[in-house]
């Protein structure tokens, strides 16, 4: 149980604290930076996969081309979860990409009500409507919906109902996906490397270096997770979830100065009340079903 907290809290530590690294690597487009990490990223798991000698999956995915369809959507899904991340990192919106992991619990109950057919408790009812009128409140005062923080959500949260149901495991899964992509993002970067817009090949080698990384700080925090969650109950890996979230809003606002005050502190307010009143519920459940036994 312990070391299972320690794996789940240091993935979202690390996820917490991605603003740092996407700011250093700013002087690269928000999309090379999508491209070069979906390269280095399958650099990477490949090199752990031939360290585990990890390929029987690989047999799997070609007699079950339904696994390999459900994918490539989720593929697409995660690139877009990315790209919207990167974007609004290095241009100022942390504290918007922040809203984004708040209210992706309550996506995710949402999603599952009209895509699964799962029922809602009353009090799961009570934590949506709250959130969304934090959401309302948040779109009334700037004018427009804090699109950043919903597509987040919903990219990742409809990302996480593909993966719920999918035939492997988060190594093989990310392999898949990040193999899929790849053609895709070469291509890209070599359309990029001919008509000079690819800072990579003219970078310093400390950028160099450093875009690299985006392999391991990619698929890291994805295993460190998987190891968690099969050692911790889901309402500890829920409440330890808004570890991420809370790291990057005071990075957004403390280290990068991006103002969080007056009504948008009322919005976000209504949105934590929300959030606590569905952590609250998950934990009167569990605490129920383990009287009950």
Not at 78 to 85: D, R
Not at 99 to 104: C, K, M, P, R, S
Not at 131 to 158: D, E, K, N, Y
Request: aromatic share 14%; charged share 10%; glycine share 10%.
């Amino acid at each position: 149980m312990q070391i299972g907290m320690l794996y789940a809290a240091g993935a979202y530590i690390l996820w917490g604290l991605f603003p740092i690294y996407f700011r250093a690597v700013q002087n690269f487009s928000p999309l090379e930076i999508l491209l070069q990490r979906v390269a280095w990223a399958l650099v990477f798991v490949l090199i752990v996969l031939a360290l585990r000698r990890q390929w029987s999956w690989i047999g799997k995915v070609r007699r079950q081309p339904k696994v390999l369809a459900g994918f490539a959507a989720s593929a697409t899904l995660l690139s877009v979860n990315w790209y919207i991340y990167i974007w609004a990192v290095n241009n100022g919106h942390v504290v918007d990409a922040s809203l984004g992991y708040f209210i992706t619990p309550l996506v995710n109950v949402l999603l599952g009500l009209l895509l699964l057919h799962e029922r809602m408790r009353p009090i799961q009812w009570a934590a949506v409507m709250l959130a969304a009128a934090g959401v309302a409140w948040l779109t009334w005062q700037a004018g427009h919906l804090p699109w950043i923080g919903l597509g987040l959500a919903f990219s990742f949260g409809s990302y996480g109902l593909l993966r719920k149901t999918a035939a492997l495991g988060p190594l093989e899964g990310l392999s898949l996906e990040t193999l899929l992509l790849f053609p895709l993002a070469f291509g890209c970067l070599a359309v990029m490397a001919r008509h000079g817009q690819n800072t990579f090949l003219h970078a310093p080698a400390a950028s160099k270096w450093l875009m690299a990384a985006a392999g391991p700080i990619t698929a890291v925090p994805l295993l460190l997770f998987a190891a968690g969650a099969r050692r911790i109950p889901m309402s500890t890996l829920g409440f330890l979830q808004y570890i991420a979230p809370s790291l990057q809003l005071l990075l957004g606002v403390w280290l990068y100065g991006e103002p969080f005050g007056g009504a948008r502190l009322v919005g976000f307010a209504v949105i934590w009340s929300a959030l606590a009143v569905y952590t609250l519920e998950g934990f009167r459940q569990v605490w129920s079903a383990k009287t009950a036994t």
